[in-house]
């Protein structure tokens, strides 16, 4: 029992040391890497900026929207007890723009973007295409994870906004069209409650979060194992260590900024 | 063939361990320039591990690798990836990258590690495609051609930088005997035209005296023998005669014999 809780643990220990290994090997390729001529391809970054951002843009706008719908009934329930619906405005602006909007596009994302990277570059793996790459004094690392990192970290931010956006515009339609608040009273409660420090917080949130999803996803292909079945489980393992940790950091974000009031 | 006798790659003593298991064991040969070397050997007997190691791909637990006179086991990554530059390599699957079309493939190594205008690359990839005899094929991507023509294109990526050596890990396996032939047939000219060293991992004996120069045999990662093709044809190794001639009866065992038939049955 012990020892297998100590396997377990040094087990942990390991993936940890090999996905912080990945990380600097990442920042290395993109801070040092330029000097020695050595970048990531620009036209793969934007492939990967279309395809991490833009396309994900529809599932983001949606999820978020409805959150927010359902956000301002809920608390709608509450306040209409104590005659103050108008706070409906607020608090759906700055829950979402502090919490749920950059927490559920990140696990949106996850759930499409980090599970298609640890899914191609698995298959990569186990077609020895990162093997090829490596035999032609390509860095793996350089060609396909810091385009991927990069393309994340500029889109999640993006589309955390969107999401910002479509979840106040989902509180606006029930306080406009079913809680019958002056639209323009509701947008006034919106920006009036709503503090820059509320954006900034779920963009530094969406920052962590986009690290995450861009390396779980990028180490779990890069270190696939055995052929489509351990396409399989690099797919599956990324996706719920990704939910996992994406949850954990905003945990640790959100008491430090609470306790920072920040 | 080799008209300079200068040694092109060295293996010096050479072993491999995965988990436990010596997968080479104290390997010594030498390759010269210009010449179209074959390692031979059963499935698992370590030939496809030994070019992993040649490449770079592994590094050796014991002993030197060297190639050009460089031992690739102890330079930086700096160091090695100039070294790669001077090989290519043509893989069992061929590893193309799916996401890139036939041309963005081979046109990879030169975008990397030159500083060649687009249009001389184009150009480029339009002479390698023609030597592997798929000109036209510049926008398909891997996976609308076939098998055959997946592994030309490989081995004209493998050839983009003008290397000086070209390893070939089962160039004709999965391949049909007239295509096959081709494949042959073009690693011959590669080596003919081109001045290019061939490393040739496979078990296809038909290819193997077709192609070779020199043959090697490996055998449970120890190297058997090494001479030339006549050499080897008439070699009085019960180990050579038994592979070359595909008998199922001889030292190299096919079952294994601790594990007897009524064991396996319960009897």
Not at chain 1, 97 to 107: A, D, H, K
Not at chain 1, 224 to 233: F, M, N, P, S
Not at chain 2, 238 to 257: A, C, L, M, V, W
Request: aromatic share 8%; with cysteine; proline share 3%.
């Amino acid at each position: 029992m012990i020892s297998k809780t100590g396997q377990i643990v040094i087990g942990l220990f390991k993936e940890a040391a090999s996905v912080l290994n990945l990380l600097f090997d990442i920042l290395y390729w993109i801070i040092i890497g330029p000097f020695k001529g050595k970048t990531a391809r620009r036209q793969s970054i934007f492939h990967q900026m279309v395809f991490c951002g833009v396309n994900s843009s529809v599932i983001v706008f949606f999820v978020t929207l409805f959150t927010g719908i359902v956000l301002a009934m809920q608390s709608a329930y509450q306040l209409e007890k104590m005659g103050a619906v108008i706070y409906v405005a607020s608090l759906v602006a700055v829950s979402l723009c502090r919490e749920l909007s950059p927490v559920l596009t990140g696990l949106v994302v996850a759930g499409r973007i980090g599970s298609a990277f640890a899914a191609e570059l698995g298959t990569m793996k186990v077609s020895e295409q990162i093997e090829a790459l490596d035999t032609m004094a390509i860095n793996p690392v350089r060609f396909l994870a810091v385009p991927r990192f990069l393309a994340l970290l500029f889109m999640l931010p993006c589309l955390t906004i969107l999401g910002n956006i479509a979840g106040i515009l989902g509180g606006f339609i029930v306080g406009t069209g079913s809680l019958h608040i002056n639209p323009d009273l509701y947008l006034q409660t919106t920006f009036k409650y709503l503090a820059i420090k509320d954006i900034y917080t779920g963009f530094t949130k969406s920052f962590v979060f986009a690290m995450i999803i861009a390396l779980i996803g990028c180490h779990e292909g890069l270190n696939t194992k055995g052929g489509a079945e351990g396409v399989g489980r690099a797919t599956t393992r990324s996706v719920v260590i990704s939910f996992i940790l994406i949850i954990l950091a905003d945990c640790v974000l959100t008491a430090l900024f609470y306790f920072t009031k920040v | 063939m080799a008209e300079s006798k200068e040694i092109i790659v060295s293996l010096k003593n050479v072993s491999k361990v995965f988990q436990d298991v010596k997968v080479i064991d104290n390997i010594s040969l030498d390759i010269l320039r210009g010449e179209t070397f074959v390692i031979m050997g059963c499935s698992g007997s370590g030939k496809s591990t030994l070019l992993r190691l040649m490449t770079g791909i592994l590094k050796p637990d014991e002993g030197s690798i060297f190639i050009n006179g460089k031992d690739i086991a102890k330079l930086s990554e700096d160091e090695l990836g100039e070294v790669k530059k001077s090989f290519g390599m043509s893989f069992q699957y061929s590893a193309l990258l799916d996401s890139l079309t036939v041309e963005e493939n081979i046109s990879l190594p030169l975008v990397e590690h030159t500083k060649l205008a687009p249009d001389i690359i184009r150009i480029i990839v339009k002479m390698k495609l023609s030597l592997v005899g798929l000109r036209g094929f510049e926008d398909y991507y891997p996976s609308q051609i076939s098998g055959g023509m997946r592994k030309r294109v490989g081995l004209a990526r493998a050839i983009a930088l003008d290397p000086d050596i070209v390893f070939y890990d089962e160039p004709t396996s999965g391949l049909d005997p007239v295509v096959g032939g081709v494949t042959d047939k073009l690693i011959k000219d590669l080596s003919q035209k081109l001045l290019i060293t061939s490393v040739v991992v496979t078990h296809d004996m038909q290819s193997v005296f077709h192609i070779a120069d020199k043959v090697a045999m490996v055998h449970k990662g120890k190297l058997v023998e090494t001479g030339t093709t006549e050499q080897i044809k008439i070699s009085a190794n019960p180990y050579i005669q038994q592979f070359i001639n595909g008998r199922p009866e001889g030292p190299i065992d096919f079952f294994k014999e601790d594990i007897a038939i009524e064991e396996i049955l319960g009897l």
